[in-house]
């Protein structure tokens, strides 16, 4: 240990993160101590770390954190993340940026703070690359004065910025590659309807718990689309065709238009969403690099749509992880069983059910015909806590089915999860 | 993988290299260091499997861990480095100062009054 220089004892005491641990850490030794003091690049205050913040007051807990981050002198990351009971006083919150605004890259900062103060504004932005704000206001962007040129991550939870705002914000950030929003309010004057937003360098977007009547991205370099638990009539995706990953979950939306950006969609996961299958069909239609497509949970608007195995196999040949969940009734598995194509690089397979019946175990053995090199296969399965005696002779008779289906293909590692 | 390799390797002329001096590290460390690299390069594991197979490598003596990661530091290994550093945080956490001073061996313990 003595050996150990005092900056890697600093990048040690780093890694314990949690402010509480490093102080107490620090005082083992001068060494450590001086490790602390000169060489600690990473804090962080979480109210899920110690229980005695959630005891103490704002505050209390103001100065507790202003006297440890006063003792540092390299900060690069720092998280202060409290419960919402907690506010602070916009002159803490400033004395803690303004102390670290020259060295901090990343900054966590979940707090309720006073609604007229502009955490933007205080932030030190020539080097910061990620923001994480929680519970804030962001008040006014001056993109003019106000450039955030390394940030690469910006995410929102809760934040109240108006649409105005948060295009100023996207502009002044002309690295940015993450943009991850939960929660959002929009403040405006007017009841808001509907939004638009750009970004030329945006690789990432998600969205969490918004609801909007039409919301537009427009975003060139988008790779990576989430959506969840989202009310939108119409979500536009405006790009250059560079999308690879498109989720959605639990979300309600009318209209999805992607444009014509399926050509390069590698990862599909759609889950708990009401789908039109010929709809939804010809906007993932030409995604011939799909690599993996997951549908969980659908339902579908028509009852006698299904996905049929005949389609996907053709459409998305280098498919290698298929992950089916939905309802089965008499019309899937004729209809979407039937066709000879095989899914040739299909390696890993997951099936699940809600409740289970007869079909499932034929589904499940009409699958595996298909899919002559797999290696794996999952099956999901929900089973409730109160068993009729039907239920428990159908789960038997299955058990026995895939015992069965795993002699025959020796080849596959069969695998269960049931919750 | 390493830095310091990749340095020493752009500033030596190429007609001239016959070896590249690490000489602070021993041979033992340097084979779990190589094995490590090799591991990481092969892109051959998925990543929850790689995870698994960390946490295995880095179960180890906390000698053997200050070697390692003054060795990541002399190489400049980042991945490793921070690896190393985890899990002996990891060991440190919720201990108090006397008791990790007994864990590593710590001689120079001196009081908070001392330097105040």
């Not at chain 1, 502009?118 to 932005?125: D, L, Q, S, T, Y």
């Not at chain 2, 480095?81 to 001689?107: N, S």
């Amino acid at each position: 240990m003595e050996n150990l220089p005092v900056e890697v004892i600093g990048n040690i005491l780093s890694h314990l993160e949690s402010a509480r641990d490093v102080v107490i850490a620090s005082s083992t030794c001068k060494k450590w101590r001086e490790a602390w003091r000169c060489h600690l690049h990473t804090l962080s205050f979480n109210s899920c770390d110690w229980p005695i913040y959630h005891e103490l007051s704002s505050n209390s807990l103001e100065i507790l954190i202003t006297q440890t981050i006063f003792q540092t002198k390299a900060l690069r990351c720092l998280t202060i993340s409290m419960d919402d009971v907690h506010e602070f006083s916009a002159a803490s919150v400033i004395a803690w940026l303004m102390y670290t605004r020259d060295t901090l890259r990343r900054l966590h900062f979940y707090v309720r703070t006073p609604p007229m103060f502009n955490i933007i504004e205080k932030c030190g932005r020539q080097k910061l690359e990620v923001l994480a704000l929680g519970r804030n206001f962001i008040t006014r962007v001056e993109p003019s004065y106000q450039k955030f040129p390394c940030l690469k991550s910006l995410s929102l939870s809760f934040v109240s910025i108006s649409e105005l705002d948060l295009c100023l914000l996207l502009s002044a950030c002309p690295r940015l590659e993450t943009l991850s929003m939960v929660s959002p309010v929009i403040a405006s004057s007017d009841l808001q309807t509907s939004m638009e937003i750009s970004s030329s360098s945006l690789k990432e977007f998600s969205v969490e718990s918004f609801g909007l009547d039409k919301f537009v991205l427009e975003a060139d370099l988008l790779e990576h689309l989430h959506l969840k638990d989202c009310t939108f009539e119409v979500f536009e995706l405006i790009g250059k065709g560079t999308l690879k990953v498109l989720k959605v979950d639990d979300v309600s939306v009318i209209h999805l238009d992607i444009g014509e950006n399926a050509d390069n969609l590698e990862f599909v996961d759609i889950s708990n969403f009401t789908i039109m299958w010929p709809k939804f069909y010809h906007m993932i239609s030409k995604a011939s690099k799909l690599r993996r497509l997951r549908l969980w949970g659908v339902v579908f608007e028509d009852d006698d749509e299904v996905v049929d195995l005949e389609t996907i196999s053709v459409c998305f040949p280098q498919l290698s992880h298929l992950s089916l969940s939905y309802d089965l009734r008499d019309g899937v598995l004729n209809y979407g069983l039937q066709g000879l194509s095989l899914l040739v690089n299909v390696a890993v397979l997951e099936l699940g059910w809600t409740s289970i019946n007869d079909l499932f175990a034929t589904w499940v053995a009409g699958l595996l015909e298909r899919c002559p090199n797999l290696t794996k296969l999952i099956i999901y399965g929900f089973v409730s806590e109160v068993k009729i005696h039907e239920e428990c002779q159908i789960l038997a008779k299955f058990t026995e089915f895939i015992i069965e289906l795993g002699r025959k293909y020796m080849h596959v590692k069969i695998e269960f999860e049931y919750e | 993988m390493s830095k310091t390799v990749k340095d020493a390797i752009e500033t030596i002329p190429t007609d001239e290299i016959n070896s590249i001096s690490l000489s602070l590290v021993r041979s033992e460390i340097l084979t779990k260091v190589i094995e490590y690299c090799k591991k990481h390069n092969s892109a051959q594991m998925s990543d929850v499997d790689l995870m698994d197979w960390d946490v295995e490598f880095a179960n180890v003596h906390y000698t053997t861990l200050f070697d390692l990661v003054l060795s990541a530091n002399y190489m400049n290994i980042n991945c490793l480095l921070d690896l190393v550093c985890g899990k002996i945080a990891d060991m440190i956490k919720g201990k108090t100062p006397g008791e990790i001073a007994k864990l590593f061996d710590i001689k120079d313990v001196s009081t908070y009054e001392e330097d105040n």
